[in-house]
């Protein structure tokens, strides 16, 4: 999963670049949020928040990908969007699947905030 999102990052910073777009050098807060949350925790409520904010996460870009597709009005961002958009269903898959794994071991719940 490192490798396929490394290599993503890299293309979309090679298309952006072509695009004059400058991309984000920084966390978003709500990553920000996550990334704090995460560096407190430990074991089993570490696995299972890591785990639910990956599966938020490659789902909002899955929806992100597939409305470049449908409705982007760059070329190079709408093929890009086509060739990544598998890999992030299949790490969405693989998320979700873990995750019924944590929950099959009792992995305890985090807390809500």
Known sequence: MVTDHRQASD???EIAGNSNISLPSMLDPD???IRTELEHLDGAQFDHVYIASQIVDHQKT???LAWEIGFGQNAE???FAAQVL???LEHLAMATRTQAELASKGAPRHPPN
Do not use: G, I, S
Request: hydrophobic share 35%; proline share 7%; aromatic share 6%.
């Open 11 to 13: 293309q979309l910073t």
């Open 31 to 33: 990553h920000q949020r």
């Open 62 to 64: 899955a929806q992100l």
């Open 77 to 79: 961002f709408q093929r």
């Open 86 to 88: 598998p890999t992030v």
